[in-house]
């Protein structure tokens, strides 16, 4: 069973940084080295979009709205994902959700919040 635990969201002013964090602490290594990690962003009456994806070889990929400011790094040894978001917007605001995609199976966390002040 896939447990999706996510922490780092909060409030931060136009230009700050924060680093999100999703892990499944309960899992073993070798399963969570072969996971694809992905945060959304979802704001109220719009659907989750894509930010940043980390695949099991190492590959990455990243929303144009993110390129350049937005990070997306895995520790497989802890078993955690993160985003580090730098130089953040107030568009950059909303609910941020890990999702976990274990052999086509997805996973989503709780979700958490960011905002930014202008």
């Known amino acids: 069973q896939v447990h999706v635990e996510e922490s780092g969201g909060g409030l931060v002013q136009a230009g700050g940084s924060l680093r999100l964090t999703c892990a499944d602490p309960r899992v073993i290594l070798s399963v969570f080295s072969s996971y694809t990690m992905a945060w959304y962003r979802q704001t109220p009456g719009n659907l989750r979009d894509l930010v940043a994806i980390s695949t099991p070889g190492g590959g990455t990929n990243y929303a144009d709205s993110v390129k350049g400011r937005f990070t997306i790094s895995r520790d497989n040894a802890r078993k955690r994902v993160y985003l580090q978001m730098n130089n953040l917007k107030p568009e950059d605001a909303g609910t941020y959700c890990c999702?976990?995609?274990?052999?086509?199976?997805?996973?989503w966390g709780q979700g958490t919040q960011v905002t930014v002040s202008s």
């Open positions: 999702n976990i995609d274990s052999r086509g199976s997805k996973y």
